[in-house]
């Protein structure tokens, strides 16, 4: 049964920081991963989706990178700004077996940027 | 535009009402998804739809009863559910392969059951 573990739990940082997410994952017979926000009780927001076959996508202040052998992922965010703060998830895609397409969630990190 | 619209936004129902969450999207997407999430947990999936047919069923107990009646709208029937019921139930749509492609949430429905 594949599991995704996100290290922090929670992260508070001041305005301007550079900062890494971590994501990994037991199971590396995945199609993609996919890095989400959520803002307190509303949806999710796609952010970036890696492919397996890729090692990094890159979208504005926001650069994620994956090392399936290892099952891994990092998101890193640039000069962290106050609106940065939000729930962020990680998640994969399972390839093949029963679990096919399904998407399993990691537990999150929470970010606050402060002022 | 990649936009998934949920209604409602809020539902408060009894135990022994029938309600229905609502699903729409309009990029031309053809795999649908119900989540459920819990308080300060991550979304776990409930049913998807691939070409308006179920594909995957979580083992999600018959009190929901999923509906897709055309490639845009995914319907979701409740019905004597319990208090522990209670969550934000989000859709997400993807367009054409379930496996390979981004999967666009909708803002969610937060449920309470009373």
């Known amino acids: 049964k594949q599991e995704v573990t996100q290290i922090p739990a929670a992260l508070s940082v001041p305005e301007g920081e550079n900062l890494v997410l971590n994501c990994s994952f037991t199971?590396?017979?995945?199609?993609?991963l996919q890095w989400f926000r959520q803002d307190p009780g509303k949806g999710l927001t796609s952010l970036l989706l890696?492919?397996?076959?890729?090692r990094e996508q890159t979208s504005g202040r926001l650069n994620a990178s994956l090392d399936k052998s290892s099952g891994r992922s990092t998101l890193y965010i640039a000069a962290s700004q106050p609106g940065d703060s939000a729930t962020y998830l990680c998640?994969?895609?399972?390839?093949?077996?029963?679990?096919?397409?399904?998407?399993?969630f990691g537990q999150g990190t929470i970010l606050t940027v402060h002022p | 535009d990649t936009e998934v619209t949920q209604t409602p936004k809020h539902l408060v129902m009894g135990m022994t009402n029938k309600k229905s969450l609502k699903c729409e999207q309009h990029?031309?997407?053809?795999?649908m998804y119900w989540y459920k999430q819990k308080a300060k947990k991550p979304p776990e999936l409930m049913f998807v739809?691939?070409?308006?047919?179920?594909?995957i069923n979580e083992s999600v107990p018959s009190r929901f009863s999923p509906e897709c009646p055309n490639s845009s709208l995914l319907n979701l029937h409740l019905h004597a559910l319990q208090p522990e019921d209670s969550a934000l139930y989000l859709c997400?749509?993807?367009?054409?392969?379930?496996?390979?492609?981004?999967?666009?949430f909708g803002a969610g429905t937060r449920l309470s059951v009373l």
């Open positions: 997400a749509s993807s367009q054409g392969s379930i496996a390979k492609n981004i999967q666009y």
């Open positions: 199971d590396s017979a995945i199609y993609n």
């Open positions: 890696i492919q397996s076959s890729q």
């Open positions: 998640a994969v895609r399972q390839a093949g077996g029963t679990s096919y397409g399904k998407l399993t």
């Open positions: 990029m031309g997407h053809r795999a």
């Open positions: 739809y691939s070409y308006e047919k179920l594909s």
